[in-house]
């Protein structure tokens, strides 16, 4: 029998079921996750637990320290595919293309699905009005009561004529390429002449310049970017179609471009804008050309908008 003594000298050994324990919980709290999800755990590490990772679940950072608090890193999720995915059930008419982009603006992410250049017929409106306001801005100005005239019937009743002369006002190709390198597209290029409606741009681009109008981070002023999006939401009845067929009702904001080419009598439909799903704003802009009528091209929009959309919805 040991001394009182013997038994205070003697170190008691730790326990190795602890750490053990605590490292079972975390494959059982990762492990919960469900293939191609999104998962929300969060662990605590604690001294001796290894840190548990997994490609279907969030991964537990190993550095933490006993008692600290580890972060949980999210699966990184292939919108991209997603996408392309949605995408692919799409039917899209013999010899037509569409391309489309979407973005989550709570969270930020985006995904595309195509990188060919498509006339922009008369969602260059939109972008012809940022041009003129960002043009307004580096003055110190306001628009002028014609402006704002032009601006209301280009927007609201994609009037011709009315982007006509603010086409004339910023400069035409060149002032709309100078304010987009501002804006930061890269792959939009003002039509010649006095035929804006052959500007060719991507999906990709536009959604760039959707976020200069709905986003924050704009090199747009906040006055700017709601009277744009203002116009947006109040375009004639008979134009309420394309991306807001993705949206709950009336929580849309869109400008839609429609042109037959003379030279093969098949019609470019394109429609971008900003559009409300459960509670979610997202940022959505679709491409298409090669539709033998206008009706079928706005199917094909429609269905890529809704298409767009579900890829970032659970």
Same mark, same amino acid.
């Given at each position: 029998m040991e001394s009182p003594r013997a038994r205070r000298g003697r170190r008691a050994r730790p326990s190795r079921r602890r750490p053990l324990l605590y490292a079972a919980l975390a494959v059982v709290a990762v492990g919960g996750a469900t293939a191609g999800g999104?998962?929300?755990?969060?662990?605590?590490?604690? +001294? #001796?637990? &290894? =840190? *548990?990772?997994?490609? %279907? @679940?969030?991964?537990?950072?190993?550095?933490?320290?006993?008692?600290?608090? $580890?972060?949980?890193?999210?699966?990184?999720?292939?919108?991209?595919a997603r996408l392309s995915s949605a995408m692919s059930a799409v039917s899209v008419p013999s010899g037509a293309q569409v391309s489309a982009?979407?973005?989550?603006?709570? +969270? #930020?992410? &985006? =995904? *595309?699905?195509?990188? %060919? @250049?498509?006339?922009?017929?008369?969602?260059?409106?939109?972008?012809?009005? $940022?041009?003129?306001?960002?043009?307004?801005?580096?003055?110190?100005?306001?628009?002028?009561?014609?402006?704002?005239?032009?601006?209301?019937?280009?927007?609201?009743?994609?009037?011709n004529a009315s982007a006509t002369a603010l086409w004339h006002s910023i400069g035409r190709a060149d002032g709309l390429d100078a304010a987009n390198r501002r804006f930061g597209l890269t792959a939009t290029t003002g039509g010649e002449g006095e035929l804006w409606g052959l500007t060719q741009t991507t999906s990709a681009d536009q959604l760039v310049l959707l976020r200069q109008v709905f986003g924050e981070d704009s090199r747009l002023g906040a006055a700017s970017r709601t009277y744009v999006q203002a116009l947006m939401k109040q375009v004639e009845p008979d134009q309420q179609w394309g991306v807001s067929a993705a949206a709950e009702g009336n929580s849309w904001a869109l400008k839609n471009g429609w042109l037959a080419r003379s030279t093969t009598g098949l019609w470019d439909v394109n429609s971008i804008g900003r559009v409300t799903v459960d509670g979610t704003d997202y940022l959505v802009a679709v491409l298409s050309n090669g539709t033998a009528t206008q009706t079928k091209g706005i199917a094909l929009v429609e269905a890529a908008a809704k298409a767009a959309v579900s890829a970032f919805r659970r």
């Amino acid at each position: 029998m040991e001394s009182p003594r013997a038994r205070r000298g003697r170190r008691a050994r730790p326990s190795r079921r602890r750490p053990l324990l605590y490292a079972a919980l975390a494959v059982v709290a990762v492990g919960g996750a469900t293939a191609g999800g999104t998962a929300y755990v969060k662990a605590r590490a604690h +001294s #001796g637990a &290894s =840190a *548990v990772s997994s490609s %279907a @679940a969030p991964s537990v950072s190993a550095s933490a320290g006993a008692g600290e608090e $580890a972060s949980v890193t999210e699966p990184v999720v292939d919108r991209d595919a997603r996408l392309s995915s949605a995408m692919s059930a799409v039917s899209v008419p013999s010899g037509a293309q569409v391309s489309a982009a979407v973005l989550a603006v709570d +969270s #930020g992410q &985006s =995904a *595309v699905y195509g990188d %060919a @250049a498509f006339d922009t017929a008369s969602i260059v409106k939109v972008d012809i009005l $940022a041009a003129l306001l960002l043009q307004a801005q580096d003055a110190d100005r306001r628009l002028t009561a014609a402006e704002r005239a032009y601006a209301t019937k280009m927007i609201e009743n994609s009037d011709n004529a009315s982007a006509t002369a603010l086409w004339h006002s910023i400069g035409r190709a060149d002032g709309l390429d100078a304010a987009n390198r501002r804006f930061g597209l890269t792959a939009t290029t003002g039509g010649e002449g006095e035929l804006w409606g052959l500007t060719q741009t991507t999906s990709a681009d536009q959604l760039v310049l959707l976020r200069q109008v709905f986003g924050e981070d704009s090199r747009l002023g906040a006055a700017s970017r709601t009277y744009v999006q203002a116009l947006m939401k109040q375009v004639e009845p008979d134009q309420q179609w394309g991306v807001s067929a993705a949206a709950e009702g009336n929580s849309w904001a869109l400008k839609n471009g429609w042109l037959a080419r003379s030279t093969t009598g098949l019609w470019d439909v394109n429609s971008i804008g900003r559009v409300t799903v459960d509670g979610t704003d997202y940022l959505v802009a679709v491409l298409s050309n090669g539709t033998a009528t206008q009706t079928k091209g706005i199917a094909l929009v429609e269905a890529a908008a809704k298409a767009a959309v579900s890829a970032f919805r659970r």
